[in-house]
């Protein structure tokens, strides 16, 4: 009997990208057992620091590192994650996968719409991207910090104006209903990778990697891979306010990066096309022009605290 152990954290989005994940596989391998395993991270269970301390504390992860050690233990055969939690860099002996199709990319208010919201309206969000990206757009707007699963931020607008979610996850959960907007793209580019399942498995296990090569799909890894090599290139993590969004159209790819100070007070922007066989180049390339516009400088800008 083939078995594959698949390791997930343990909220309800991450069970339902497991099994979003396994259901092409399970039809197409009927004979392979596939077994879920849950994994605590980090960020899950310190709800109260802020997201940047405990990704410093766990070596830059905070909801990948304990399923990476799990990985590498052999305690499980294949992660699945959320890719705009991974770093951009595999620990030694992980590979990661090319990505699944992927989901809608956009944030989502929900509540009320970003128009609708009175001055000084308080919107829960724990992201320093989304709040520095609403804070330039609306610097009346009170920011509060707000952790856990998606459900549980969404009973936090029994005592806030709105939240702000990324919409692939209400999707994944039937909750699309409580969307009141989809953030604009062209203002609001999400975090790189956000949307996507990043399939991670040992670099040795030539098993997993022939039972899932054929998940991936070409476009998606082409345009998650321009977005992260972006990101690596500035240096940045899911704690910086850095939002990036990669389209594919008759061929061509085309990256959008942006960053904004944490306080929303200055954004940059960069926009390039290129090739599809070679989105790393294109993602230094969008790096290098937001770097000629002082990226640094706001790399280093006091980060906003969120009551």
């Not at 009175?118 to 992201?127: D, E, K, Q």
């Not at 944490?262 to 940059?268: A, D, L, M, S, V």
């Amino acid at each position: 009997m083939v078995e594959l152990v698949v390791g997930s954290r343990a909220s309800q989005l991450a069970r339902a990208q497991v099994k979003e994940f396994l259901a092409p596989l399970r039809a197409r391998f009927p004979d392979v057992v596939f077994r879920h395993r849950v994994i605590l991270e980090d960020g899950d269970l310190d709800r109260k620091s802020d997201l940047r301390e405990v990704s410093e504390r766990g070596g830059g992860a905070a909801f990948a590192g304990r399923q990476a050690a799990a990985l590498l233990d052999g305690e499980v055969d294949v992660v699945v994650h959320s890719l705009k939690d991974l770093p951009t860099a595999d620990p030694d002996g992980l590979l990661l996968l090319p990505s699944p199709p992927r989901a809608d990319v956009r944030d989502a208010l929900c509540g009320a719409a970003l128009a609708e919201l009175p001055t000084g309206a308080r919107v829960g969000t724990s992201a320093a991207r989304r709040i520095a990206q609403l804070l330039y757009v609306r610097p009346d707007l009170a920011p509060e910090r707000i952790r856990g699963n998606v459900p549980t931020r969404l009973t936090r607008l029994r005592t806030l104006d709105a939240v702000v979610l990324a919409a692939a996850g209400l999707h994944r959960l039937g909750r699309a209903g409580e969307v009141a907007e989809y953030l604009p793209l062209d203002r609001f580019p999400p975090s790189p990778g956000q949307g996507a399942l990043g399939i991670q498995v040992r670099a040795d296990d030539a098993r997993a990697r022939e039972l899932l090569a054929g998940t991936g799909d070409p476009v998606t890894d082409a345009e998650v891979r321009a977005e992260r090599a972006m990101l690596a290139e500035l240096h940045g993590g899911c704690s910086v306010p850095i939002g990036a969004h990669a389209t594919t159209a008759d061929g061509i790819l085309t990256l959008h990066g942006q960053l904004t100070t944490p306080r929303g007070t200055r954004q940059i922007e960069a926009r390039l096309s290129g090739t599809p066989a070679e989105p790393e180049k294109l993602g230094r390339a969008v790096a290098a022009l937001l770097l000629d516009q002082d990226a640094e400088t706001l790399l280093r800008a006091p980060q906003f605290q969120p009551r």
